[in-house]
Nanobody
Framework: QVQLVESGGGLVQAGGSLRLSCVAS????????MGWLRQAPGKEREFVAG????????HYADSVKGRFTISRDNAKDTVYLQMDSLKPEDTAVYYC?????????????????????WGQGTQVTVSS
């Protein structure tokens, strides 16, 4: 079983930055595709960014492209999300998730239903 714990959320002004971290325990996630997803009040959970098991391939939602950067350190079983130029519309609970369904061909999934393990989430609030 995999446990994921996020940290790094908080309150920041528009234009500011935050760095989220996600530490895995129980079982290594080094062979899994990893993602960050978010859910704002009254909205469905949505994909934000994903990274392949090797860290060499990344993918971003159009809304965050150029502002957010996902990375991973497999030696530490940790995934990061660097968020710059934050906007009020980025306000949400951010979740780290692991997908066991990624393969050597499909290394990242954007579908929340294809993630098998989830963290408890960390709140990010961006004030205008």
């Amino acid at each position: 079983q995999v446990q994921l714990v996020e940290s790094g959320g908080g309150l920041v002004q528009a234009g500011g930055s935050l760095r989220l971290s996600c530490v895995a325990s129980g079982r290594s996630v080094s062979s899994y595709g990893m993602g960050w997803l978010r859910q704002a009040p009254g909205k469905e959970r949505e994909f934000v960014a994903g990274v392949s098991w090797s860290g060499k391939v990344t993918h971003y939602a159009d809304s965050v492209k150029g502002r957010f950067t996902i990375s991973r350190d497999n030696a530490k079983d940790t995934v990061y999300l660097q968020m710059d130029s934050l906007k009020p519309e980025d306000t949400a609970v951010y979740y780290c998730a692991a997908s066991t369904r990624t393969t050597s061909i499909v290394v990242i999934t954007t579908d929340p239903h294809e993630y098998d393990y989830w963290g408890q989430g960390t709140q990010v609030t961006v004030s205008s």
